[in-house]
Every structure is written in structure tokens, then in C-alpha cells.
């Protein structure tokens, strides 16, 4: 597809909408902002809920590609989930299709397949098509966005690239986030080839920098272009010293959802 130039993107208001809003005009694009909240500095940005239609429809009107990061970023009750991540992502891909847009990037998370063990020591990473294995309601709905995104390229010829984040941050903040971790400016680096490959289809990708210890396979991210640079293990040392080594017995350490598996954050709104 031609390189898109305007690109709506959802969620803009939060924190990985706050990092992309600032990095990506940078490869060239025109962002389009959403998000039930305001967004600070920004008066032109869209408030709306994903829950309106109307508000949606128009957003789309135009534009080259979504990139949709809004939603629910953590467990909450299903009825919560149901009306902001699946009936709302189901919103956006009908108001894109009806509005003919080509191609969403969709922010998947890990935690659609939180409960893989992750691979120990010598064990090789965790493939793309690895069953999912929900670990959460938050995550229920990420694999359901996949699966989404799936039909309406099958039915439809929306394409779409869903990354399975694994944490954005400006710096890992824990031993698991070592494995997990994806820059900022990586971020940044594998949506635009999320938005400008050819000819995706629907394709799945991981998102996280070139880490040491990554737990999981980069090769479909690769093969749309993207090269990351960072790693997160200049941060290891610190990070171990006050937090210790990896516990393998410990749940929360020996998935790949962390503490998502038995413990996880509730969305506080
Ligand atoms: P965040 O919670 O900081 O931002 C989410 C934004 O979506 C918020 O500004 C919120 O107002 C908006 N939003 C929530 N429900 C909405 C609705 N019904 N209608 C309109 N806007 C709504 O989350 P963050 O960290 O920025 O994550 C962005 C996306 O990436 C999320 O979909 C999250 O699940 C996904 N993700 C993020 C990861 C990370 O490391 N930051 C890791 C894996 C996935
Ligand atoms: C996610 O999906 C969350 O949105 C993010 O806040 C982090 O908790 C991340 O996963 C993680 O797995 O650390």
C-alpha cells in the first residue's frame, strides 16, 4: 500500500498515545487524535467515547490508517472489557470498513497468550502462532481483537498488523520487563513498518526490543522491516540487584504475563 500519511490514532491520550504522538511525526505522518479523554495540548483532538458510532465514522472519514491503542489497558470486570475493548474495537473496524480504510495496526498485548510458560534457559522463544492462552479478561479481549482482525481482512480486505506488546515504557522497570521490553523508539519503529509493509493481510507480530533475554520470536515483525536497536540489558544489573533473579517457581515470573496471571492490575476508572 502507498505509505499513509494521515493516521488516526486512538488512545492518543494515554501513555503509549503520548509517545506516539511525539515520535511518529517524525517518520512523516499526520496524526488524527481520539480518546475519551482530552487530550492535553492538543484542542483539535477528538473526544469521543468508542462506544459512538457517529464519532468513530467521522474519525476514520480520510484517513490512510488506524492505529488503535485506546481501550482498557488492564483486567477488569467483563462487562467493562466487553463494552470498551470488543464492542468497541468491533466499532472501529466497522466504521473503517464502511469508510473504506485499508489497514489498522492494532496494540495486542502479551497477555493474549499470558499463560505460555516462558522458555527457561537453553529452551528456544515462544513462536507467534503458540496457541493463545488468555490470562485475564484484558487479555480474552486482545485475542478477540485478533481474531476480529482476521475476518475483516477475510471477508472484507481490511488489513491489519496486530502487535502483541510486550511493555512500552521509557525504561523496564522490573527482571520480567528485561524479557518483555520494547523502547519507546522502537515502539515507534515497528508501527511504521506495521503502517507501510505491503501486503500484510493479517499478519501477527511481538512487540519488543532486540533484548538478551527475550522470550519470544521477532521474525514476522522482522519480515515487515523492522529492525529494532535497543536492548533492555544495560538496565539488567540494577534491576536484578534490587529485585533478584527470576523465581521459576513463581508464577508470576515463569509466564509470559507476569504477574497478569495470578495478580493483575486492575483499570482504576
Ligand atoms: P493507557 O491506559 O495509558 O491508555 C489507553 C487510552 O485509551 C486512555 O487514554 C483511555 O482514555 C483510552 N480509552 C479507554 N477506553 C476508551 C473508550 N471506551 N473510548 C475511547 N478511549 C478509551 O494504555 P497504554 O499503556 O497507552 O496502552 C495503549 C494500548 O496498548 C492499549 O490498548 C493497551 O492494551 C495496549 N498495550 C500497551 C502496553 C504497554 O506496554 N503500554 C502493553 C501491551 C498492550
Ligand atoms: C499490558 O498489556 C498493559 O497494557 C501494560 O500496562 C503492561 O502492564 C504490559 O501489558 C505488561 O505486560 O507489562
Avoid at 108 to 133: C, K, L, M, Q, Y
Avoid at 141 to 167: N, P
Avoid at 239 to 249: F, K, V
Wanted: glycine share 10%; proline share 8%.
Amino acid at each position: 500500500m502507498p505509505a499513509p500519511r494521515t493516521v488516526l490514532l486512538t488512545g492518543a491520550a494515554g501513555g503509549l498515545g503520548t509517545l506516539m504522538r511525539s515520535l511518529l511525526p517524525e517518520y512523516g505522518y499526520t496524526l488524527r487524535l481520539f480518546d475519551a479523554r482530552p487530550v492535553e495540548g492538543a484542542p483539535d483532538a477528538i473526544t469521543a467515547d468508542l462506544g459512538d458510532r457517529e464519532a468513530l465514522r467521522e474519525a476514520v472519514q480520510g484517513v490512510d490508517a488506524v492505529l488503535h491503542l485506546a481501550g482498557i489497558s488492564l483486567e477488569a470486570s467483563f462487562e467493562k472489557i466487553l463494552k470498551a475493548n470488543i464492542e468497541g474495537t468491533y466499532n472501529l473496524y466497522e466504521a473503517a470498513h464502511e469508510e473504506g480504510v485499508g489497514r489498522i495496526v492494532f496494540a495486542s498485548s502479551n497477555h493474549a497468550v499470558g499463560f505460555t510458560p516462558a522458555p527457561r534457559a537453553g529452551e528456544p522463544p515462544i513462536p507467534i502462532d503458540t496457541p493463545r492462552r488468555p490470562d485475564t479478561f484484558y487479555g480474552l479481549s486482545k485475542s478477540f481483537g485478533e481474531d476480529l482482525a482476521q475476518l475483516y481482512w477475510d471477508r472484507h480486505g481490511l488489513e491489519t498488523v496486530s502487535v502483541r506488546i510486550g511493555a512500552c515504557f521509557p525504561e523496564p522497570t522490573s527482571v520480567r520487563m528485561l524479557s518483555v521490553w520494547m523502547s519507546p523508539a522502537d515502539g515507534a519503529r515497528l508501527f511504521h513498518a506495521a503502517l507501510t509493509a505491503g501486503n500484510v493481510g493479517h499478519t501477527v507480530v511481538y512487540g519488543s526490543s532486540a533484548n538478551t533475554r527475550l522470550w519470544w520470536d521477532l521474525g514476522t515483525a522482522r519480515a515487515l522491516g523492522y529492525a529494532p536497536q535497543d536492548d533492555s540489558e544495560p538496565y539488567a544489573a540494577k534491576l536484578i540487584a534490587e529485585q533478584g533473579e527470576l523465581d521459576p517457581e513463581n508464577p508470576a515470573h515463569s509466564h509470559l504475563g507476569g504477574h497478569f496471571v495470578n495478580d493483575p492490575p486492575i483499570w482504576p476508572y
